[in-house]
């Protein structure tokens, strides 16, 4: 009986530990994805939280400055109108589809300067990979 009791005590202690390393994992891993637009709405909500926000490289700001250094603009994806820009700084290799009027993603923290400070940028595929479907295959005659 003794020997039962204590294998189910292990065997409690060896799950909660499981639940506890898992929990902390996807804490750790949890990252908040926002537009442009819920971040410009509650800055100071979001200060010093990792987050991802999705947008537009805003054609005219990006500037490129030593050592891979880059600060652009990023605008909401449907409404490039949209007046509500997020100034944006990296430092790092960026994506080969990385330019001005491209969908990015960036990854980093918001601090309290009002400057988001990217510590990953992924760029959308560019439509010239995608197949162009109105393109016409010409056909050969069949012989007569």
């Known amino acids: 009986m003794k020997k039962h009791r204590s294998f189910s005590i292990m065997i409690l202690v060896v799950g909660v530990a499981i ?9 750790e891993t949890m990252v908040y994805y926002i537009t442009p637009a819920e971040l410009m709405a509650q800055p100071t909500h979001y200060y010093d939280q990792d987050l991802r926000i999705g947008g537009k490289v805003v054609t005219g700001s990006l500037v490129q400055g030593d050592s891979l250094r880059y600060q652009f603009d990023l605008v909401e994806f449907q409404s490039p109108e949209n007046t509500s820009t997020i100034p944006v700084e990296y430092q790092g290799a960026v994506p080969d589809a990385f330019k001005e ?7 980093g923290t918001y601090p309290s300067d009002g400057i988001f400070k990217a510590s990953k940028i992924l ?7 995608e197949p162009d479907l109105e393109q016409k295959v010409p056909t050969s005659n069949p012989p007569s």
């Open 123 to 129: 760029t959308k595929c560019p439509s010239k990979y």
């Open 19 to 27: 639940v506890y390393l898992v929990y902390s994992g996807v804490k």
């Open 101 to 107: 009027g491209a969908h990015v993603i960036v990854e």
